[in-house]
């Protein structure tokens, strides 16, 4: 769907609720993905990555996570990264938890800031996200096949090596 300014709001609500219960541990919580880019077509799915220091860290997370009804997933086949299933009483949301030094954060942050800085991409991006979602209304798999290398383009001129971005297109994959 076409961008919705409400995505902030959803963040912003989402990320009041959780950081007071992280903040001691965590870095931050950063709103990525495409509902974090103004004017981007996206699904109406908010993603959060809370930074932490360590996945030495990620044990005290998952535990002050629990309480409010998230569940500790695992890293769903994306090294670095660990996912959560939220609770259905919120809005729609991914919440991850990432270490700060992780290519899965850098891939988020970067693609997020790259599309923030370049308008006629988040245009070109939008409109192959819209074709692709249109050819494939309920598989999710080519969806993610389809954006995959527009987002491996944005990331290589970001300064990703061929290893790294060899990674993000594997977990792209594994994500699906």
Same mark, same amino acid.
């Given at each position: ?13 989402l990320?009041?609720r959780?950081?007071?219960? !992280?903040? /001691? =541990?965590a +870095?931050? &919580?950063?709103?990525?993905g495409?509902?974090?880019v ?5 699904? $109406? !799915?908010i /993603? =959060?990555? +809370?930074? &932490?220091p360590s996945?030495?860290d990620?044990?005290?997370i998952?535990?002050?996570?629990? $309480?409010?009804g998230y ?15 939220s609770p259905p009483d919120l ?12 290519i899965?954060?850098?891939n988020?942050?970067a ?5 923030c ?15 692709i979602?249109?050819k494939?209304?309920r598989d999710?798999?080519?969806y993610?096949?389809?954006?995959t ?8 001129r970001?300064?990703?090596?061929t ?7 594997r977990?792209?994959?594994a994500?699906?």
């Amino acid at each position: 769907m076409d961008y919705q300014p409400a995505w902030q709001e959803n963040f912003r609500r989402l990320r009041d609720r959780i950081w007071p219960s !992280v903040n /001691d =541990l965590a +870095i931050s &919580i950063e709103h990525v993905g495409s509902t974090s880019v103004p004017g981007l077509a996206a699904k $109406p !799915v908010i /993603d =959060l990555d +809370i930074v &932490i220091p360590s996945l030495a860290d990620l044990p005290a997370i998952v535990a002050r996570l629990a $309480p409010f009804g998230y569940e500790h997933q695992g890293n769903l086949g994306i090294e670095d990264r660990a996912a959560f299933r939220s609770p259905p009483d919120l809005p729609d949301h991914h919440l991850y938890a990432c270490p700060r030094d992780s290519i899965a954060l850098r891939n988020h942050i970067a693609l997020r800031n790259h599309l923030c800085a370049h308008p006629s991409d988040v245009a070109l991006y939008s409109e192959l996200k819209k074709q692709i979602a249109e050819k494939f209304p309920r598989d999710i798999d080519r969806y993610v096949d389809g954006k995959t290398a527009f987002i491996v383009s944005i990331l290589a001129r970001c300064g990703f090596s061929t290893g790294q971005l060899d990674r993000i297109q594997r977990a792209n994959a594994a994500d699906s």
